[in-house]
């Protein structure tokens, strides 16, 4: 039942809806705390205002904690104005320096390497929102690198990060190998290969090629320890999406870790960041840093030998067109314990 002091409220919230150039986010406070007052449920407010229940909540809450004081209020929620003034400034400069002189593999600021960075100077956690925000107001001061200051600086970064004896330092390269048919499908064909789009629809029918359907891509997940020169690897099935390979490497890779700290150090264009981002965030146990190369660097990465060693011992380079060559059971048997005896070997040592 309303009373006096309910009264006053709602004749107030209606004065601050007649007023002009009120924002949309401002007026949406103000319905929601005037329909709460008449009675309605959270639920009945979010279809009502078409906002989540989630925000209604939080600003029945608020009301209830602040009084009418909460009418009043004049910025939106949010925590970026969890940093000082003189945080801000410093964040400004570090923007301005890029992440790879921050200490990050990347070559340009994300909202996620900037919130990691925010927590690690300030003990601040900011949401990726927030992060972006931050990003977008300060475009300008982002001073983007040429490649060679990039390979310097990364380098550079490196070398620290490899005489760090908290963390541990994992390179990852996707290696792709050739193709392999396999097996007719379910309408009774063959996937087809590069060389069967050049054939006559006579030779087609003949094969009982699939043009819809092509051969299935060989690829190998292989990654390394810098420090200790552990080896794991993954053959990618042909039914397994990029996120589920690379989660099972992941997940080999955290076992044979004893740090707490875990660096990824992986081509700029190997997987999807967006991928990569959810499976890491999902490991919250370990502190995990996913670094990129940077553009036009493949010579750095500490795997390009040992792709190079794998494609000409096992004959997968067609010597004359330089094209993977296409893959047999057999071939992708030795494949196999190729990979194996390598992991072996690199254990013992």
Not at 107 to 117: E, G, I, M, N, Q
Not at 182 to 192: A, Q
């Amino acid at each position: 039942m309303k009373n006096e002091n309910t009264d006053n409220i709602l004749n107030e919230i209606n004065q601050e809806l007649n007023k002009e150039g009120q924002k949309v986010y401002t007026r949406r406070r103000l319905l929601t705390i005037f329909h709460y007052l008449n009675g309605m449920q959270s639920s009945e407010i979010s279809k009502l205002l078409g906002i989540s229940t989630r925000t209604i909540q939080r600003h029945i809450s608020a009301f209830n904690e602040l009084g009418p004081n909460y009418l009043h209020k004049t910025s939106r929620p949010g925590n970026i104005e969890k940093l000082t003034q003189e945080q801000m400034v410093q964040l400004k400069e570090d923007i301005k320096k890029g992440p790879l002189r921050c200490g990050y593999f990347v070559a340009d600021w994300t909202a996620l390497v900037l919130r990691k960075h925010i927590k690690k100077l300030f003990h601040a956690n900011l949401s990726l929102e927030s992060c972006r925000k931050i990003l977008a107001s300060n475009q300008r001061l982002k001073v983007k690198q040429n490649p060679m200051e990039q390979r310097k600086i990364f380098k550079e970064t490196l070398s620290k990060v490899l005489n760090d004896d908290n963390t541990d330092i994992w390179v990852i390269m996707d290696i792709y190998l050739g193709r392999y048919r396999g097996g007719k499908n379910s309408r009774g064909l063959y996937p087809y290969l590069e060389e069967d789009l050049v054939k006559t629809e006579e030779e087609i029918k003949a094969a009982k090629i699939d043009l819809e359907e092509p051969a299935h891509k060989v690829i190998v997940l292989c990654s390394k320890n810098l420090k200790t020169h552990e080896f794991v690897y993954h053959y990618k099935s042909k039914y397994e999406k990029e996120e589920q390979a690379f989660k099972s490497v992941l997940e080999v890779i955290l076992k044979r870790s004893s740090k707490n700290e875990v660096v990824l150090f992986i081509s700029n264009n190997s997987f999807s960041k967006k991928s990569l981002a959810k499976i890491t965030n999902k490991k919250a146990k370990r502190n995990i840093q996913v670094c990129y190369l940077p553009p036009y660097s493949q010579e750095l990465h500490p795997l390009k030998s040992l792709k190079k060693q794998l494609l000409s011992d096992l004959k997968l380079i067609d010597k004359r067109n330089k094209r993977a060559t296409v893959i047999s059971q057999q071939k992708k048997q030795k494949i196999i314990r190729y990979l194996e005896q390598l992991r072996k070997s690199e254990d013992a040592t």
